[in-house]
């Protein structure tokens, strides 16, 4: 960096004293970065994995066009639920306000691999007509296919886990055969169990439920309606049940899977865990390289410079180090988000994830450096005689 | 008559108490006027530098006062004294304390920056001390004479009525510490700066307007 580039950014001598103490060594410059690297791909993997997490947890919900949900009464997620009265369908559709109702059935079932071998998946059962649920991100087939009896959609990241080589395919769940007639992609569920979609007639085949009974009763307003005083007519009319704005039961279950159960909560831990091991490795190598300029700082001090300009010069150590270690940090994470598309578990980092990770960098390298500022402020400017 | 650049009344400093006190300074007074050089001289351990501290308000005495340019710098904040080092005084080290980290122009322009001047003064000051052309030249890249001279420089930064040196010439050898000490007689004599050496060289001694022994802290007539 020349000193003009150090000017055009403001640093003024400060600045320009900062970047040299620190780029002086390069070797503990680059163990800097290093640290802070790996402090930010550690924070981003956590909290990636905590947005992947929270998508996989609500994406069926998110991808519904439904305004609001009617769920059996103390529900607390969209996969593990009790059975609903298909009474409660009918009485939807009779309250003002309520444009569209229909049933949704979601049930764990035992798929049975053709080449042996069970695995627990959730199956999905929604009117194809309305086009209300149902997959979305068709790579292979057409939703037109699922209107032929006892067929079946999965995604493509589960077809090896199910056994699956090519549409066609035709498998066992409970006992009932059903052929795969098409592949989604990129739809994952928190508990890992594949998705597994079909139309209402077909998933009802398929578990067996009893006409008269589904799971949810999901549904459109009229336009114009006021959402919540249609929400609360069918919840006084539906008085078994839970009535959810779609937001609202999005948020449920994700509270449900991310912290009700302690795995999302988990991941922050590790979150927090990662940014303070990367305070401790910041601070460290700060204090260090405060410590081995310490007479430089005792020759200002001496020579009167103001308190400010030496917190600035240490200031400046930690945002120059912030900006130079979230870099190849956030670029790491970025791969690695991508690369984890592909795989069961999904990491997002989304842009506004990558820009507060660099907010979260700079606080934390600042912080790290308060401990290096009080070291210079301690100095005897008197020292500088005393050598 | 102008006032003295500084001046020292019955400057007494004494470390710790009791049986342990040591007197580093006994009633010592002092005075430095602007266009003069003197030469503070005597053993190690006589209390020369612990005098340079006080006067370069970087010591608090026991007892006595001390004034520059007439202004009395007892009860002064911290904050006020660095202020006052900082644009009337300029300090030189005995192991020059430059930045490695800067050239000898950047070096000089960090004081420039401080005492608020302009940074294009720095190649003039370096031009002053016969360094024009190590403008760009990191310490690391200089001579013992070079480094001292471009700390002289950083010291003339702002242009400060008051240097205090402190053993300028020890780490050099005799045809550098001879050009060190000319520059320094004649920053005094020929800009009027009032200039303090603590040394041990008797070159010093003999460009110097005047001579201060000191001894267990004590000034020798």
């Known amino acids: 960096m020349k000193r003009g580039q150090a000017y055009r950014w403001g640093m003024g001598m400060a600045g320009l004293l900062a970047w040299r103490n620190l780029a002086h060594d390069r070797s503990r410059f680059v163990v800097t970065l290093v640290g802070i690297s790996f402090a930010v791909v550690l924070i981003a993997m956590q909290l990636g994995l905590f947005l992947g997490f929270s998508d996989s947890a609500t994406n069926v919900i998110r991808h519904t066009r439904a305004d609001f949900w009617v769920v059996p009464k103390g529900s607390r997620n969209f996969e593990i639920t009790m059975p609903l009265n298909e009474r409660e369908l009918y009485l939807a559709r009779s309250v003002p306000g309520v444009a569209h109702a229909e049933a949704l059935l979601v049930q764990f079932a035992i798929w049975k691999k053709p080449g042996g071998g069970d695995e627990s998946v959730l199956l999905v059962g929604s009117d194809l007509n309305t086009g209300l649920a149902g997959p979305w991100d068709i790579v292979a087939g057409h939703l037109e296919d699922l209107r032929r009896p006892d067929t079946v959609m999965i995604d493509r990241l589960f077809a090896e886990t199910l056994g699956v080589g090519a549409l066609g395919t035709t498998v066992e769940i409970r006992g009932q055969r059903a052929r795969v007639v098409g592949f989604t992609q990129g739809i994952r569920s928190f508990t890992t169990n594949p998705w597994v979609f079909a139309s209402y007639r077909t998933a009802q085949h398929l578990t067996q439920f009893a006409e008269s009974e589904t799971n949810y009763v999901i549904g459109t307003f009229e336009p114009g309606a006021d959402p919540l005083r249609v929400r609360d007519a069918l919840a006084r009319i539906l008085p078994r049940t839970d009535v959810n704005l779609s937001e609202q039961f999005a948020a449920r279950t994700r509270d449900y899977w991310m912290f009700a159960t302690g795995a999302g909560a988990s991941v922050l831990v590790s979150a927090v865990l990662g940014l303070l091991v990367g305070m401790v490795i910041v601070a460290q190598v700060l204090y260090a390289t405060t410590v081995d300029h310490l007479p430089e700082f005792g020759t200002l001090r001496a020579m009167g410079a103001p308190r400010a300009f030496i917190y600035k010069v240490i200031l400046s150590q930690a945002v120059i180090s912030a900006t130079l270690g979230h870099l190849p940090g956030i670029t790491v994470s970025l791969l690695l988000a991508k690369a984890s598309e592909s795989g069961a578990a999904l990491v997002l980092v989304p842009p506004s994830l990558a820009i507060g990770l660099f907010g979260v960098t700079l606080a934390m390298c600042v912080l790290a450096s308060v401990i290096s500022i009080r070291k210079a402020m301690d100095i005897d400017p008197a020292m500088v005689f005393q050598r | ?221």
């Open chain 2, 1 to 221: 008559m102008s006032e003295p650049a500084l001046e020292a009344r019955g400057l007494t400093l004494v470390y710790g108490s009791g049986e342990t006190a040591v007197r580093a300074l006994d009633g010592v007074d002092f005075q430095a006027n602007a266009g003069e050089i003197q030469a503070l001289m005597g053993p190690s351990g006589s209390g020369k530098t612990t005098l340079l501290m006080i006067l370069g308000c970087l010591l608090h005495p026991t007892v006595g006062e001390v004034r520059v340019e007439g202004r009395l710098v007892a009860g002064l904040s911290n904050p006020a004294l660095a202020r006052l080092r900082l644009q009337r005084m300029g300090f030189i080290f005995q192991s020059y304390n430059l930045f490695p980290a800067l050239t000898a122009e950047e070096n000089i322009q960090v004081a420039l920056e401080l005492k608020g001047h302009d940074l294009a003064e720095a190649p003039a000051l370096l031009e002053l001390v016969r360094l024009g052309g190590r403008l760009h030249n990191f310490p690391r890249q200089l001579s013992g004479g070079e480094k001292q001279r471009v700390a002289i420089a950083r010291a003339l930064a702002g242009d400060p009525p008051i240097l205090l040196a402190d053993e300028p010439t020890a780490a050099l050898d005799s045809i550098n510490g001879r050009a060190v000490v000319k520059l320094l007689a004649q920053l005094a004599h020929e800009q009027g700066r009032a200039v303090v050496v603590v040394t041990h060289d008797p070159r010093v001694g003999d460009l110097a307007d005047r001579i201060v022994h000191i001894e267990d802290g004590r000034i020798q007539c």
